[in-house]
């Protein structure tokens, strides 16, 4: 498998999971912009001011390689698609395709996160993923010190995995532990 049509958008309770669109450099914008501090210890791509315009590149990107089946980045929208409220995607960290493993990847905006949209969210794309889309593995990683991270795999009913010690960090010049979870297809409907 070297090619995938992916599934595109699936409604959940309370919210909307979709491949990022033409015209939604807005909206991401908004989110990212609201929530930079929350944000900036974690994720390396977070910017103090992402303009409309850097965001809109950004989302043509994402809708870009989506159909090229590269990577799947995916936004958290409210049900009437006028709100972010957080990205997600699975992204190809563990191999090619053809491996159906992903990594999922998230945030929440902060002012929607601590709500247990984080929880529901991964729910959503390990049942969807499971479903609609190929993978027979899914995995989440995160930095050891990430608590909130952690309780949501937690949660969601992923299992602990390990921890890789000693990790360059993603953010600043340190060193991290890195924690790892995964959910496989064949015991996720248990
Ligand atoms: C991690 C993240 C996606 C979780 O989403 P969320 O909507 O805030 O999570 P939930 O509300 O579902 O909470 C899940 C659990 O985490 C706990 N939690 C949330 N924020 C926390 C914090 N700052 N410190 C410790 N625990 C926290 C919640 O209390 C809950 O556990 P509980 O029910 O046992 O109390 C979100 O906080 C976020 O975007 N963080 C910044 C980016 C990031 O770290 N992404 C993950 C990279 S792997």
Redesign the pocket.
């Known amino acids: 498998m070297d090619y995938l049509i992916a599934p595109e958008c699936i409604a959940c309770d309370g919210f909307i999971l979709r491949s990022y669109r033409p015209g939604d450099g807005g909206l991401l914008s908004e989110a990212v912009n609201d ?1 930079y501090e ?2 900036a ?3 390396p791509w977070a910017k103090p001011q992402q303009s409309v315009e850097e965001s809109e590149k950004l989302v043509r990107e994402f809708r870009a390689r989506y159909l090229l089946a590269e990577d799947f980045v995916i936004g958290i929208f409210n049900t009437d698609q006028t709100r972010l409220l ?1 990205g ?1 995607g699975f992204h190809l960290r563990e191999g090619p395709l053809a491996t159906k493993s992903a990594e ?7 002012s ?11 729910k959503a794309m390990l049942t969807w993923g499971f479903d609609a889309w190929p993978w027979i593995r899914l995995a ?4 050891s010190r ?11 009913g992923m299992e602990k995995e390990g921890l890789r010690r000693g990790q360059a960090a993603e953010v600043g010049d340190g060193r991290r532990d890195t924690v790892l979870f995964g959910a496989l297809r064949d015991n996720w409907a248990e």
């Open positions: 929530s929350h944000l210890p974690l994720m957080g997600t999922i990847g998230m945030f929440i905006r902060k929607e996160a601590g709500k247990g949209l984080g929880t529901e969210a991964l989440w990683i995160c930095d990430n608590k909130a991270s952690i309780r949501t795999a937690e949660k969601a």
